[in-house]
């Protein structure tokens, strides 16, 4: 079971399938922010590797892991599958962007070199897909597929009736949220609230932004938390989570009287603060999205870290979310983010060094999040429930337990 090392919702949704799967012996293999998910939510798995495939001593390890296997999960990690058709082994990707993935060639076209794959080694198979954009590569990925678990969104309908044009053996299934319902379900209910606020950043790497590499954000958050303890006196305890405040990274601020706790922690424990704490922001993540709507919550969503964060907010533009969310166009609305996920989430890096170090932009920032933070601390409990049911309508689907079941059996087994 690998995931896709890009923030930490490939690898939410992977601990998510895995504790629908008690009955199978159950791997994670991965590296980066997969891996530290994977260490946090250790009970999901049955045993960790932690491994880079960059590393051919380690790549060489993955293999006989999978020589040793029957079944592969790939959460969006386009390697981990196409090592696994290699050594002959079926894969099932799971995908909460299958919409997402942008296609320069027609979807026929990596169709005929999927079916024209050499299977005789991975570095064979790697240089056949060569060509391919890293998105293109994810579509190759399903095709190559025996089954796809695709999360619905607007888009996904048209995706797949595009794969089922192809004639291809890969059975899609459309699920609802792959979040962890048992631990949605298992969430007390009740009791005071620990924080007044909970801002969720998620796990914030990929394949361009680091902790210390491209964090303009991280570091315009840094200039804010202070300033958001100052505006909102209501906000005395503030709960900041995310990849970047794991282990030695984990830190406080003091102003104002208030105070904000900056902490990774494990995802059930994040589950409990989502259920309990009266005002949540969260950067505009699906998997993130998609928990607090089973909590019955509503979120505002932070500012874009990355191109996908605008696809979605986008996509979302008619629900209140959408509508409600904070975005870098407040601020410089002139601005042109590229429609390409690399060039968008760059544009967006630079962005958020522009807002944080001009202080006229930073102040711009600053009032325009404030109001919509005033707007929405003002939502009343019926526009909340409004805003919840209306996204639960658009992104709802079947069950993740019974499209699990249709694959692997009933009970994982």
Known sequence: ???QNCGFGPAAELV???RLLPGHHR?????GVAASFAHRNADAFDV???????EPVQAAALGALLDACDQVV???DADMALRAVVAGRPVVMVDSLFGFWRAERPLATIGVLCADLPRSSFAAADRHLAALSPHE???AAHLLARHSVVQN???VAERTAGFAALGTRAVTHLSGPVIDLAGVRDVPRGGAPEYDLLINIGGFKNFLLDFDVNNDYLRLLDRWIPDLLRDWPRFRRVLVCGGPFGGRRERSYETAGGRADCRLLPQRALLRQVAHVPHYLMAPGLTALHEALALGRLPLGLHEQHYAHVFTVRRLGATLFGQAAGRFADVLP?????EDDAAGTAALVKIAARVRTDDTLYALFRRTLNERIERYVALTPAQRRHGVEELRNVLGGPPLPSVLATIFGDGGR
């Not at 791997?27 to 590296?31: A, H, K, L, Q, T």
């Not at 960790?48 to 960059?54: C, G, K, L, V």
């Not at 002139?334 to 590229?338: T, W």
């Open 1 to 3: 079971m690998g995931a």
């Open 16 to 18: 998510a399938v895995s």
């Open 27 to 31: 791997v994670f293999v991965g590296d």
């Open 48 to 54: 960790i590797h932690e491994m880079s495939r960059s």
């Open 74 to 76: 790939s959460v969006m």
């Open 137 to 139: 590569r994810v579509l």
């Open 153 to 155: 969104f607007p888009g």
């Open 334 to 338: 002139r601005q042109r983010i590229p």
